[in-house]
C-alpha cells in the first residue's frame, strides 16, 4: 500500500532532535571524556546501511565540507514502553513511516561553522523510481518490498540528492521519544514567542516573552502548525530556533563539565539514535571542534509557494520548490568557486549569451537579449525555463571570465557553475533582476568590469518562512512568533 498524505488519526508532527544529538555527541567526544564517550556510545547507537554505494549528487559543489542528514520521524523504536508513551501524549497509528523533518546540517570544512538546511516535508519533488510525491512519503516508498529502514534511507538520501545537488555523507535518524528523552537529560530551555499562543492540534500553550519549556512543552512547540499564518513552513522556523537554542544549552559549561548529566545526556542519545554504518563520530568531533552557537545558522530551501494541486484528481496541498533556483540557493551557502573569484571579467564582444525566462513575464527574455546586444554581447535566441525567484547567471566550468562579464551588467544576479549548461546562461527571476542598457555620454556610471558591491550581493529580506535568507536564531535577544 503506497503511503498516506492525508491527516491522520493523530498526526504526531515529530521534530528534529538530532541535531541536538550530533551536537551533544561531537562536543563530549572532543573533550575531557573522549575515551569514555566514545565506548559508551559506540555500544548502544543502532547503525544501519543508509549510504551503500549511492553515487554522489551530479553536481557536488561543496567540495570538503560535511552533510549530515537528520531525520525526525514518527516511528515508535521497540522499546517503548507505554508509560513512556504516555508521557508524550500520543500513540501509534499504524501504517506508512512519514518522515515529518529532514534537515541537512552543512558542516564547513574547516569545522568553525555550520548551516541547518530545512527541507519542508510537503515539498512536492522527483522521488527516484516512482515519479513526483511528497518529500515526507520517500523515505516509506524505500521500505517496500523488504527494503526495510536501509532501503528507506536510501530512498530518502537520493531523493534530497537529486533535489539540492549536495551529497550526503552521512545519516541519522531520531524518533519522536529520542527527541523528548534528549530534551528531558539537558533540562528546560528558553524560547521567546512575539505574541502568545495557544493550539488544540498540538497542545502548546505558551504566553508572549521568554519562557522556559519542559520537554513536553518541547514537544508541543516544535509540533504546532496550525494557527501558524504559513503552516508546515512556520513550523520549520520553530525547529530551527529550538535547535539553535538547545545547541547553546548543549556547548554550555553546565552541561559539558557536568559528569552526571554528561554521562544522562550520553545515554539518551545511544538509546534513540540511528546512524549509518560509516559514521565516525571521533571524526565529526574533530570536524567540528570549533563550532560555536553563534556560529550555527539555519536556511530553508527555496520554494515559490503553498498550492493545491490535483495529480489524481483529489485535492493535495504541498509546498512547490524553486528547483531552478535551487543551485544559486546552495551556493550562497557554500560560497562561489575560487575559479570564479579569481578571474578577471572578458570582454562583452567575445561572450556568447543565451537569455532563458524564467520570471513569468511574456518577453523579458526578448528584451534582455536586446539589452545585451546593445551591450556587444554575441546574443543567442531567447529561451523560457521554469518560474524561478533568482536571477541567475549558469556558466559551465571553464567560462569564469565571460560569466563574470555579463554579471557585471545584470546588478544583482547570481552566478552559478553548472553541468545544465553548454555555455552562459542568463536566467531571469521573479526577482525582477534584468540587464542595464549602457549609460548616456556623459552620465555617471559603474564600469561593467566592476559591478559595485551594493549592487551585486543585495541585502536579504526580512527573516519568513518562505526565504531562503540564513537566520542566525543563536543569538541572545531574538524572539519568533
Known amino acids: ?39 559508551r556510545l559506540a555500544s548502544s547507537v543502532t547503525k544501519v546501511d543508509a549510504i551503500g554505494s549511492a553515487p554522489p549528487a551530479k553536481d557536488d559543489v561543496d567540495g570538503q565540507a560535511m552533510n549530515i542528514l537528520l531525520v525526525g520521524d514518527d516511528h515508535r523504536p521497540d522499546n517503548a514502553t507505554p508509560e513512556q508513551m504516555a508521557e508524550l501524549n500520543t500513540e501509534s497509528d499504524g501504517g506508512a513511516t512519514n518522515t515529518d523533518t529532514m534537515i541537512v546540517l552543512h558542516i564547513a570544512a574547516d569545522g568553525r561553522s555550520a548551516t541547518m538546511i530545512s527541507f519542508p516535508r510537503d515539498s512536492y519533488v522527483d522521488i527516484p523510481g516512482v515519479g513526483k510525491g511528497k518529500l515526507n512519503s520517500a523515505f516509506s516508498y524505500g521500505t517496500m518490498n523488504g527494503g526495510g529502514d536501509s532501503g528507506g534511507a536510501k530512498k530518502l538520501i537520493a531523493t534530497i540528492q537529486g533535489l539540492s ?9 531520531v524518533s519522536l521519544l529520542g527527541f523528548y528523552e534528549i530534551v528531558k537529560q539537558l533540562g528546560p530551555v528558553n524560547v521567546c514567542l512575539n505574541q502568545a499562543v495557544k493550539d488544540d492540534y498540538s497542545g502548546v500553550d505558551l504566553p508572549a516573552g521568554v519562557s522556559e519549556l519542559s520537554p513536553s512543552q ?47 545526556v550520553i545515554d539518551a542519545i545511544g538509546s534513540s539514535v540511528e546512524t549509518d554504518q560509516g559514521l565516525d563520530m571521533l571524526t565529526l568531533a574533530r570536524q567540528m571542534s570549533n563550532l560555536r552557537p553563534s556560529n550555527i545558522k539555519s536556511a530553508t530551501i527555496p520554494i515559490l509557494g503553498t498550492p493545491t494541486i490535483y495529480p ?40 556568447a549569451v543565451t537569455v ?3 520570471s513569468g513575464v511574456t518577453g523579458a527574455a526578448a528584451a534582455a537579449s536586446s539589452v545585451l ?16 525567484a533568482t536571477t541567475m547567471v549558469q556558466y559551465p566550468a571553464g567560462m569564469e571570465a565571460q560569466a563574470k562579464a555579463l554579471v557585471a551588467v545584470v546588478p544583482g544576479a547570481v552566478p552559478v557553475q553548472s553541468t545544465a549548461v553548454q555555455g552562459v546562461t542568463l536566467v531571469l527571476g521573479t526577482d525582477g533582476k534584468t540587464p542595464q542598457a549602457a549609460a548616456q555620454p556623459g552620465t555617471e556610471t559603474t564600469s561593467p568590469a566592476e559591478p559595485s558591491k551594493e549592487a ?26
Open 218 to 264: 518541547a514537544l508541543s512547540f516544535v509540533r504546532q502548525r496550525h494557527g501558524l499564518p504559513n503552516g508546515d513552513l512556520d513550523r520549520q522556523v520553530r525547529q530551527q530556533y529550538f535547535l539553535s537554542q538547545e545547541a547553546r544549552k548543549i556547548l554550555s559549561a553546565g552541561t559539558l563539565l557536568n559528569p552526571v548529566k554528561t554521562t544522562n
Open 1 to 39: 500500500m503506497p503511503p498516506r498524505h492525508g491527516r491522520r488519526k493523530r498526526h504526531w508532527g515529530v521534530v528534529l532532535p538530532a541535531v541536538a544529538g550530533v551536537l551533544t555527541m561531537a562536543v563530549l567526544l572532543s573533550g575531557g571524556y573522549a575515551a569514555y564517550a566514545y565506548n
Open 356 to 358: 532563458s525566462n524564467g
Open 165 to 173: 545537488g549536495l551529497t550526503i555523507d552521512h545519516y541519522v535518524r
Open 373 to 388: 546586444a546593445g551591450r556587444g554581447f554575441q546574443v543567442g535566441a531567447p529561451g523560457s525555463s521554469e518560474t524561478t
Open 312 to 351: 489524481n484528481g483529489s485535492a493535495l496541498s504541498i509546498v512547490q520548490v524553486d528547483t531552478a533556483g535551487m543551485p544559486a540557493f546552495v551556493q550562497s551557502l557554500v560560497g562561489e568557486p575560487p575559479a570564479y573569484t579569481k578571474a578577471t571579467a572578458a570582454a562583452a564582444g567575445s561572450v
Open 456 to 481: 551585486a550581493a543585495p541585502q536579504p529580506a526580512e527573516p519568513s518562512p518562505s526565504s531562503t535568507a540564513v537566520h542566525e536564531y543563536g543569538q541572545d535577544g531574538v524572539c519568533i512568533n
